[in-house]
């Protein structure tokens, strides 16, 4: 068995998510597939899983294969809570789940990756703030967290990770960017090596803003 | 809306790209010229004057020194060599043609291209996974055995040539060179990192998989520091090798079963390809062997080194494999030089045999100097007689020495001059009139004959009779024949294999 590259897709589906973000994101996600499928090295390795969170936790697409990937139209209700703390618990079972850890006679699975976009703040404050720990034991190789609009909250994303990204408007155009950022991560591994430059992730386009 | 930009370049040409980025790569955004013709590529990083003056030589000096001189036309087809530098708000940029539409593919996926990857560049990787060959590409793209052995040819002789020219390329592997297996065809791109030794220092170190162990194991090394190994020829032979044996094998060399870190993959496969680096089918030690009780069904025979060992490629590539992977791998010095692949590969294809079962993917295989051959990929034994002509050359006036050189006989296959004479090599200085064949083979009742179309020293030894042009002879065990009278000239001693 060669070493896959599992991915962990968290997307919000409050209530604000209705309408134009839901649709770009599921465009996003569309152009992130097609790019994947067409990159030997994804095609080899990358597992995608999906998980919905509104005042619900949902499963919308267990660990798949990229090419066997049959993506499901993610949709929004017009109302709900962002329990992002539920769904990075989840996300930790998942990965007990999911991970392969190497033994002294099998080689497991890569670290996996986590993805998260949000337009708000987690409600479930307590649960997010107990999760934290949690997540970072995972081992995740990279944590990517996108900040969309003006009602997210970097600052609550940096509790997870450095990489955050902040787009300030929730149209195609802007997810298609993330998507496209996120599709690059996954060609760095079979990209050229830097002679002085450590191993990162590419740089993220222009148009973007880090928080720093 | 895009707008077009336009430019005066250092070869004094007027360059135009549309302003928008078409591809992406590690350290270079590409545009496009307007007609289609070339693509400008810009270095993400601030202009500085030792990139400047690094790539107006590679553009100007380098490319001059190999593209213009003789057999450069040749060449031409197996680099994208820039061909000038550009400056646009402070960023550097080359010039490079368009690739060739052979390395674009042309069907893409099965199910009507249902990956997208219609039009796409054809990357090395697509074509050494079995899993992508099974499943995810149109069987029309793969080519087969033969095709890929010129694959190698042409990226052997294109690193041969830079190496002649003191350049190492730094940086070989699946994304730098475009093959085409359905023509046998090889193209060296990202051509504008080229190291020359004791001048300009490599910018990268390779691409994981292809790095020699040296590199990988001293990368955290600071880059000052005397012990930290950098990209140079040494470590293109390694890559080059890997590339050949993943092309020919669809695996590769040192990406076996065993677990040199249980905690962490990245770390573990480090040492896999660095400090613990270990050939996969290692003589002695079996420890890194790949573990064929995993695979799947299309991941076999491939990842079943057992069943399908290096030396199916025959003879000459197995003991470049070996130098490479068993004797060289943490001896850069003993690592055979590209000019050792260009040729033998050269001598394999000789070796070809076409597969009689109509169905088997790899269509040719290597004689394996069998009394009755079989295929090694299929299975299937070949059928009727095979002669074998063993290549003899002269060194001194009636004394013929052997070149560890043979020829299979099949139908279609040809003799040409560089099988004439040993001082002829089917390298791009090659004119066109030597290209052409000047001989061929012929099965007539069960018999093979070698009919002479161009030789005017033919002779057939035993019965000391001369071949004419449009004359043929009988090809049988012992049979002797004198290709060409002159100093150098081969003599083909024939055996018999088959039934």
């Given at each position: 068995m060669s070493r896959r590259l599992l991915t962990y897709l968290c997307i919000d589906t409050s209530?604000?998510?209705?309408?134009e973000p839901i649709v770009a994101v599921n465009a996003g996600l569309q152009a992130l597939l097609g790019s994947l499928r067409s990159n030997p090295y994804a095609l080899d390795s990358v597992h995608l899983s999906i998980t919905t969170f509104d005042s619900e936790i949902k499963e919308v697409l267990p660990m798949t294969a990229v090419a066997d990937v049959m993506l499901p139209e993610i949709t929004c209700p017009k109302s709900g809570a962002t329990l992002l703390g539920a769904a990075l618990e989840h996300i930790c079972e998942q990965t007990k789940r999911d991970v392969r850890k190497s033994t002294s006679t099998e080689k497991g699975d890569w670290k996996p990756i986590l993805v998260i976009l949000t337009d708000g703040k987690p409600t479930d404050t307590l649960a997010y703030t107990e999760v934290i720990p949690q997540l970072k034991a995972c081992n995740f190789a990279t944590i990517v967290a996108c900040a969309a609009g003006p009602r997210a909250d970097p600052n609550q994303l940096k509790r997870l990770t450095d990489h955050v990204v902040s787009l300030d408007t929730m149209d195609a155009a802007g997810f298609s960017k993330f998507f496209q950022w996120v599709s690059e991560t996954f060609s760095k591994d079979s990209q050229s090596r830097g002679a002085t430059s450590s191993v990162e992730l590419p740089p993220p386009p222009a148009e973007l803003n880090i928080v720093l | 809306m895009t707008k077009i930009v336009t430019l005066k370049a250092s070869d004094g040409s007027t360059v135009q790209f549309i302003d928008e980025i078409k591809a992406q790569g590690g350290v270079k955004d590409v545009m496009f010229s307007p007609d289609g013709g070339y693509v400008v590529a810009f270095f993400r990083e601030k202009a500085d004057p030792a990139t400047r003056e690094r790539l107006l030589e590679i553009t100007g000096r380098y490319r001059e020194g190999i593209l213009n001189q003789k057999g450069g036309e040749y060449l031409r087809n197996l680099y994208c060599w820039p061909t000038a530098v550009v400056e646009h708000e402070n960023r550097l940029g080359v010039v490079v043609p368009f690739y060739r539409s052979c390395f674009f593919f042309e069907h893409g996926s099965p199910n009507n291209d249902m990956l997208g990857i219609r039009k796409k560049e054809k990357v090395g990787k697509w074509f050494a996974t079995p899993g992508l060959r099974a499943r995810r590409l149109d069987q029309r793209e793969l080519g087969d055995w033969m095709r890929h052995l010129k694959v190698c040819l042409m990226l052997a002789r294109a690193v041969r040539r830079m190496h002649m020219a003191g350049l190492s390329h730094s940086d070989l592997g699946y994304n730098n060179c475009l093959i085409d297996p359905v023509t046998g065809q090889a193209c060296l791109i990202d051509l504008d990192g080229l190291v020359v030794p004791g001048r300009h220092h490599p910018t990268v170190i390779g691409t994981p998989g292809f790095i020699a162990p040296e590199v990988v194991k001293t990368a955290r090394l600071p880059k000052e520091d005397p012990k930290r190994i950098l990209p140079s020829q040494a470590t293109d032979r390694h890559a080059l090798a890997v590339l050949i044996y993943t092309y020919l094998l669809y695996r590769h060399p040192l990406d076996g079963g065993k677990v040199h870190d249980v905690n962490d993959s990245l770390r573990d496969d480090e040492l896999m390809m660095g400090a613990n680096a270990l050939f996969v089918e290692h003589p002695q030690d079996r420890s890194n062997r790949i573990k064929a009780g995993n695979a799947k069904a299309f991941e076999l025979p491939w990842k079943d080194t057992d069943r399908l060992p290096y030396t199916v490629t025959g003879p000459y590539l197995s003991k470049l494999f070996q130098e490479s992977f068993v004797d060289g791998l943490h001896h850069p010095a003993k690592r055979p030089a590209a000019g050792d692949w260009e040729t033998a590969l050269v001598k394999t294809v000789d070796l070809l045999q076409p597969c009689t079962n109509p169905s088997c993917e790899q269509k040719w295989y290597p004689f394996?100097?069998?009394?009755?051959?079989?295929?090694?990929?299929?299975g299937t034994p070949h059928r009727g007689k095979l002669p074998v002509l063993n290549l003899y050359s002269s060194h001194a006036k009636g004394k013929f020495m052997p070149d560890g050189h043979r020829v299979m006989v099949y139908s279609g296959q040809s003799l040409f001059r560089w099988h004439e004479n040993r001082?002829?090599?089917?390298?791009?200085?090659?004119?066109a009139d030597d290209a052409r064949r000047v001989g061929y083979f012929v099965e007539h009742q069960g018999n093979w004959y070698l009919v002479n179309?161009?030789?005017?020293?033919?002779?057939?030894v035993r019965s000391s009779q001369d071949i004419p042009v449009g004359g043929k002879t009988l090809l049988d065990e012992g049979a002797q024949i004198l290709l060409s009278p002159e100093h150098g000239g081969r003599l083909l001693v024939v055996q018999m294999a088959g039934s």
């Open positions: 209530g604000s998510m209705n309408g | 394996d100097n069998k009394c009755q051959p079989t295929c090694p990929f299929c001082f002829i090599s089917p390298d791009e200085k090659l004119s179309e161009r030789l005017n020293g033919m002779r057939d």
